[in-house]
């Protein structure tokens, strides 16, 4: 489709206008090749595929786990948290009144530099180059999106949106997804999810002028699309 090929210079763009938040300061950051990665959260199945941050333990050290608040090549600043690593064998967090539940790994993983941990499907964790794992997660996004604007052409408006949320699970920064998920939230109404008018404002708050015409412009073409695989390909 036209519009999944635009988008990607559409990344380029909305990435340019995006506020950048501070760097942190990664002066007290600790060598990733002294940690080991033993767990992650577990991802539910609705919830993929999807990068995951890694639960770290240091090499040799039995008694806690710890978490990373942002990996810069080599070195990983942590967050502060610790937790018991009784915490693995129980397979949960507690936190605050409900627990994370966790993927637990049956062998520590090695660490490596520009390497990501995500899941496919919430089934099988992989750890790969970040480079891979990118090129996959934009290849998932496009492939998905571009089935959502085919179930929105054929009026399947459930469908559409479980196939928007894949893609965007994928590529958070698929502004086609967006725009098909927008379509299919206008068309079903379904109760206990956000409507497509909320998620719009959800989606541009904060956004210039220009930015939020520029995704409605996404929005316009994704309807267009969809209506004409509807009227040229499907004769409905």
């Not at 919430?122 to 998932?140: D, M, N, T």
Request: overall charge negative.
């Amino acid at each position: 489709m036209l519009i999944l090929r635009k988008n990607m210079q559409n990344y380029a763009r909305f990435e340019r206008e995006r506020k950048e938040k501070p760097e942190p300061d990664m002066s007290k950051a600790v060598p990733l090749s002294d940690l080991e990665i033993v767990a992650c959260s577990k991802v539910e199945e609705q919830f993929a595929p999807m990068i995951v941050p890694p639960i770290f333990r240091y090499k040799g050290d039995t008694e806690g786990i710890v978490f990373p608040e942002r990996i810069r090549g080599d070195k990983v600043l942590l967050d502060g948290m610790w937790e018991p690593a009784e915490d693995l064998e129980l397979g949960y967090i507690p936190n605050h009144g409900y627990d994370i539940e966790l993927k637990v790994f049956q062998s520590p993983i090695e660490t490596k530099e520009n390497h990501t941990l995500w899941t496919r499907n919430g089934a099988e964790y992989l750890y790969q180059p970040s480079e891979i794992v990118r090129e996959e997660l934009v290849k998932i996004s496009s492939d998905s999106v571009e089935l959502a604007v085919r179930s929105l052409a054929e009026g399947v408006y459930d469908k559409a949106d479980k196939l928007a949320q894949k893609a965007i699970n994928a590529d958070a920064q698929n502004l086609v997804a967006w725009a098909a998920m927008f379509h299919a939230r206008i068309h079903t109404g379904e109760k206990g999810v956000t409507d497509g008018s909320v998620l719009r404002k959800l989606l541009l708050n904060e956004k210039s002028q220009e930015e939020i015409r520029f995704f409605d412009e996404i929005v316009e073409g994704v309807g267009k699309e969809f209506l004409r695989i509807r009227n040229e390909e499907l004769g409905m």
